[in-house]
């Protein structure tokens, strides 16, 4: 599937730092476009669920994976999101959401781990999880500061009893993170917007209805 298919829908990532919100807005917009595609991201396919997220973030080995192997086990499962999820509907004219993509592995991977050595790596793998069509039409990066995203993480924590190898790591990580979605932002200007997210849950939604509209219509 080399050439673009006539009826293509949009591809929509939302992403961010740990406590940026993306989930609490991923829900919204299941409501708001209940016949668009949504998956998430470690997981998506009942393999990227089962498996590929399972290795990465709740095995007795994840915490300890070098940032190449998250790398590569991430793509893994980005690939069967790509053949299973985002092709088919795409091809059908239907919109499709993903709660982070290809961006996170930039920010977590290559800078939050610092992965520097795994940018070329990083690139080819993005180049062949499929043809250049069915990659993303528009990043919204929901961008906190490390103070705010772990403090939102703790309450969150404290609630629902949730958290992962990346929620307890340093403040230092987490800037690395953040800073790499900016840098990702600068690679690919043409296609992220970045939002702030540390005003209100309505303040950001609305934000997110204004970027996502010319991609909906």
């Known amino acids: 599937m080399n050439n673009q298919p006539i009826a293509i829908g949009s591809f929509v990532v939302v992403a961010g730092c740990e406590g940026a919100g ?3 807005h991923m829900e919204r917009l299941k409501s708001l476009l209940p016949n ?26 994840s915490s300890g994976m070098s940032p ?30 993903a709660d982070r993509f290809d961006c996170c592995s930039f920010a977590y991977q290559v800078h939050g781990m610092e992965g520097d050595h795994l940018l070329e790596h990083f690139q080819s793998c993005r180049r062949h999880m499929g043809p250049e069509w069915c990659l993303p039409s528009l990043y919204i990066i929901l961008d906190v500061s490390p103070e ?3 403090k939102r993480v703790a309450l969150r924590a404290a609630a629902k ?7 307890e790591r340093g403040p230092e990580f987490h800037a690395r993170v953040r800073e790499g979605y900016k840098h990702f932002a600068k690679l690919y200007p043409e296609k992220v917007v970045i939002i702030d997210a540390e005003r209100s ?17």
């Open 36 to 61: 668009a595609k949504f998956f998430r991201e470690p997981g998506g396919t009942k393999f990227a669920e089962e498996e590929m997220r399972r290795l990465m973030l709740k095995s007795e080995y």
């Open 161 to 167: 009893g949730e958290v992962n190898h990346f929620d």
């Open 22 to 24: 993306k989930t609490t």
């Open 201 to 217: 849950k309505e303040e950001v939604w609305k934000d997110i209805e204004k970027t996502i509209a010319p991609f909906i219509s």
């Open 148 to 150: 705010v995203g772990m």
């Open 68 to 97: 190449y192997q998250h790398m590569n086990l991430v793509f893994a499962g980005r690939e069967d999101n790509v053949r299973a999820i985002v092709i088919p509907a795409r091809t059908q004219g239907i919109h499709v959401f």
